[in-house]
C-alpha cells in the first residue's frame, strides 16, 4: 500500500515574525525540508497545504514535485489546514497519508518511514512518540479521516481524534531518529542552528 504524504504549512508564524515555510535552515527552507523528508521516506503524492503569504511561499520554494493547495481559511487554525489537506487527499484517492508541520526540521525522512513499515490494512493510525508521549509525525489511515475532519476545529489537528481512539493508535518509539522540536521564534531557530552545528563537529 502506497501512503501519501501531507506537509501542513499555512500558518503565519506570528510569534516567528513571518511565515515558517520561508525559514531557511540548513540550506533550504523549511517546507522543502518537510516535503523532501515525505518524499525520500517514499510518500507519495506529497500534498503541501499553504495559506499565510501562499504566493510568495510558491514562488520561493521549489515544490515541483509536490501538489500545492491553498487553505484559504487558514487563520481559523491548523485544523482547516488537515481538512484541507485530507480533503485534496481524498481526490487523489490516497489510501493513508503521513502527516508533517513544517516547523519541525527534526522530522526526518527515517522517522517517517518508520512509521510506514508500521502501518498495513485494518490499523487506523501510527504516530511517534519521544520520550513515551504520543507526537508528531503521525500516519492516518483513509478509513479515518471523515472522522478526523470532524474534529478538526480551530488550532486542533487531528490530536482530538487521536485523544478519544488511543485503542487504535500503534505508537513507534523514534527517540534514536530524530525529534518534533517546533522552530516557534527565532531564538528556536539560533538554537537548532548551533545544536546542529555541535553535533556534526
Not at 2 to 15: P, S
Not at 166 to 188: I, K, Y
Amino acid at each position: 500500500m502506497t501512503v501519501a504524504g501531507l506537509v501542513l504549512a499555512a500558518g503565519e508564524g506570528r510569534r516567528f515574525g513571518g511565515p515558517k515555510a520561508l525559514v531557511r535552515f540548513e540550506g533550504e527552507l523549511l517546507v522543502e525540508r518537510a516535503a523532501r523528508a515525505l518524499r525520500e521516506a517514499g510518500c507519495t503524492p506529497v500534498v503541501v497545504v499553504l495559506g499565510a503569504a501562499a504566493a510568495e511561499v510558491a514562488r520561493a520554494a521549489d515544490l515541483v514535485d509536490a501538489v500545492v493547495v491553498v487553505n484559504d481559511d487558514w487563520a481559523s487554525g491548523m485544523g482547516s489546514s488537515l481538512c484541507t489537506g485530507l480533503t485534496a487527499l481524498t481526490e487523489l484517492q490516497a489510501a493513508a497519508t503521513v502527516v508533517t508541520l513544517v516547523d519541525q526540521p527534526r522530522v526526518t525522512s527515517d522517522v517517517i518511514r518508520r512509521l510506514v513499515t508500521r502501518h498495513s490494512p485494518g490499523i487506523a493510525a501510527v504516530s511517534a512518540t519521544y520520550d513515551g508521549e504520543r507526537r508528531n509525525p503521525v500516519l492516518l489511515d483513509a478509513s479515518v479521516w471523515p472522522e478526523v475532519v470532524a474534529a478538526a476545529v480551530g488550532d486542533v489537528g487531528a490530536r482530538t481524534w487521536l485523544d478519544t481512539h488511543a485503542d487504535e493508535v500503534v505508537l513507534v518509539a523514534c527517540d534514536d531518529l530524530g525529534s518534533d522540536l517546533d522552530v516557534d521564534t527565532a531564538t528556536d531557530l539560533e538554537r537548532l542552528t548551533h545544536d546542529t552545528a555541535k553535533d556534526s563537529a
